[in-house]
């Protein structure tokens, strides 16, 4: 649990909250154009935000883990409420390298967040090892075509992982002797 699914549980049930006082508010008030819309807009705000309640606490309470190195592969599970078997599954055969990477992070001034990708081309690999530290950042986004591979097999390092990233890769190469790639250094 971190701070900021706290943070986005508790928003999101000050909203509920809010959208539950309009359908309140226009029972009490009565018969009115004024008290229909007051009731349809908080009808769709409590169905809206409910879900959303819905959503982020069970993600919370269901505990997933983000990422899993078993005898098949890479696998990133499915987040909750899919079922678990609907998570992909990057095979050993096709991972060409692991880079460890960091760039600023939207938590504030300095803030920065280490990222472990998992390559499935030569050509990523290569990019990783060699492009400058504004290109490496492409391969964390997912809206870049270039690198929309490699992001798909990005996994944010957050300080409450039971592995550290020196655990990862010890684990990966078990299964497969694949360079690492560290360009954390600034």
């Known amino acids: 649990?971190?701070?900021?699914?706290?943070?986005?549980?508790?928003?999101v049930l000050i909203l509920f909250l809010a959208s539950a006082g309009f359908v309140a508010g226009a029972v009490m008030r009565g018969t009115g154009v004024g008290s229909l819309a007051f009731l349809l807009l908080?009808?769709?705000?409590?169905?809206?935000?409910?879900?959303?309640?819905?959503?982020?606490?069970g993600g919370m309470l269901a505990r997933r883990p983000v990422l899993v190195l078993d005898a098949d592969g890479v696998r990133r599970p499915a987040r909750w409420p899919l079922p678990r078997a609907a998570g992909r599954v990057l095979p050993w055969a096709e991972v060409t390298a692991i880079t460890a990477l960091r760039r600023s992070a939207?938590?504030?001034?300095?803030?920065?967040q280490?990222?472990?990708?998992?390559?499935?081309t030569a050509e990523l690999a290569e990019m990783a090892r060699t492009a400058e530290r504004?290109?490496?950042v492409a391969l964390t986004m997912r809206d870049v075509p270039a690198t929309v591979e490699?992001?798909?097999?990005?996994f944010a390092v957050e300080p409450g992982w039971?592995?550290?990233?020196p655990q990862i890769v010890r684990q990966a190469r078990r299964r497969r002797p694949v360079?690492?790639?560290d360009r954390r250094a600034r």
Not at 114 to 120: A, C, G, Q, R, T
Request: overall charge positive.
């Open 42 to 57: 908080g009808l769709a705000g409590a169905a809206l935000f409910g879900t959303g309640l819905l959503l982020s606490a």
């Open 1 to 11: 649990m971190t701070w900021w699914a706290v943070r986005q549980l508790v928003a």
């Open 106 to 112: 939207a938590r504030g001034r300095g803030a920065e």
């Open 150 to 154: 490699a992001a798909a097999w990005c």
């Open 162 to 165: 039971d592995a550290r990233l």
């Open 134 to 136: 504004p290109r490496l």
């Open 179 to 181: 360079p690492l790639i």
């Open 114 to 120: 280490d990222y472990v990708v998992f390559l499935p």
